[in-house]
């Protein structure tokens, strides 16, 4: 049995067809209203005109902020606008992050929001994954890292004023990791992904101290 993942696209950005595109709204986001055709599956032939809405974003990065010393790491809460029919809250516990500004790469962008947003130094950063969010009405790109932090005093409210940021800063043990991947306010994906990783690095962690112990 192989592990090698093999996979090909069928089609590319050649198999898709833009026959108009109109700005029907320009602020924080950029909507833009799309007709267009593209080659489908059964026959390759390019099927019927469809009409799509598509939300336009900068680029995004996130960062789940550790200390190793202290088996800590944090997280932030903040109002969302986007989790006002939210079951619970529309506060949500999140991962550090932000846009990346023009002139920016995503780790320059961490770096500043880590202190704007934690008041945290971030170092030792890794980037995860880079992915689409909702490739169903966004081009959204969101840039995943891991990074780490001395997290002694760790804590407060952070977040730029005339931005509207009013930021709590959490800090969490390692050993509440179970606890919050059960919890029902893990709602936020990028949370969720990140949280997911932590939880199997820190458990080969676990079993790399195991097996040189076993050697030794």
Same mark, same amino acid.
């Given at each position: 049995?192989?592990?090698?993942? *093999?996979?090909?696209?069928?089609?590319?950005?050649?198999?898709?067809?833009?026959?108009?595109?109109?700005? $029907?709204?320009?602020?924080?986001?950029?909507?833009?209203?799309?007709?267009?055709?593209?080659?489908?599956?059964?026959?390759?032939?390019?099927?019927?005109?469809?009409?799509?809405?598509?939300?336009?974003?900068?680029?995004?990065?996130?960062?789940?902020?550790?200390?190793?010393?202290?088996?800590?790491?944090?997280?932030? @809460?903040?109002?969302?606008?986007?989790?006002?029919?939210? @079951?619970?809250?529309?506060?949500?516990?999140?991962?550090? &992050?932000?846009?990346?500004?023009?002139? /920016?790469?995503?780790?320059? $962008?961490?770096?500043?929001?880590?202190?704007?947003?934690?008041? $945290?130094?971030? +170092?030792?950063?890794?980037?995860?994954?880079?992915?689409?969010?909702?490739?169903? &009405?966004?081009?959204?790109?969101?840039?995943?890292?891991?990074?780490? &932090?001395?997290?002694?005093?760790?804590?407060?409210?952070?977040? +730029?004023?005339?931005?509207?940021?009013?930021?709590?800063?959490?800090?969490?043990?390692?050993?509440?990791?179970?606890?919050?991947?059960? *919890?029902?306010?893990?709602?936020?994906?990028?949370?969720?992904?990140?949280?997911?990783?932590?939880?199997?690095?820190?458990?080969?962690?676990? *079993? =790399? =101290?195991?097996?040189?112990? /076993?050697?030794?």
């Amino acid at each position: 049995m192989t592990n090698i993942f *093999s996979y090909q696209p069928q089609f590319d950005h050649g198999d898709v067809e833009v026959l108009d595109r109109q700005q $029907c709204y320009r602020g924080f986001v950029h909507v833009e209203k799309l007709k267009i055709r593209h080659r489908l599956f059964a026959n390759q032939d390019f099927g019927s005109v469809i009409h799509r809405e598509l939300v336009r974003r900068r680029e995004a990065a996130g960062v789940l902020v550790h200390d190793p010393h202290l088996q800590k790491f944090l997280l932030i @809460e903040q109002f969302r606008a986007g989790a006002l029919n939210s @079951e619970r809250t529309p506060w949500q516990l999140e991962i550090i &992050a932000g846009l990346i500004d023009d002139g /920016e790469d995503a780790e320059t $962008c961490l770096k500043r929001e880590a202190l704007e947003e934690a008041n $945290c130094q971030i +170092e030792n950063l890794k980037q995860l994954y880079r992915y689409h969010p909702s490739t169903g &009405a966004s081009d959204e790109i969101y840039n995943l890292y891991v990074a780490t &932090a001395d997290l002694t005093h760790a804590g407060g409210v952070h977040g +730029e004023v005339q931005e509207g940021e009013d930021i709590k800063v959490h800090v969490f043990d390692y050993a509440q990791l179970d606890g919050l991947m059960q *919890s029902p306010y893990l709602s936020n994906a990028s949370l969720i992904i990140a949280i997911q990783w932590f939880q199997l690095y820190l458990h080969q962690q676990q *079993s =790399k =101290k195991q097996l040189m112990g /076993e050697v030794q």
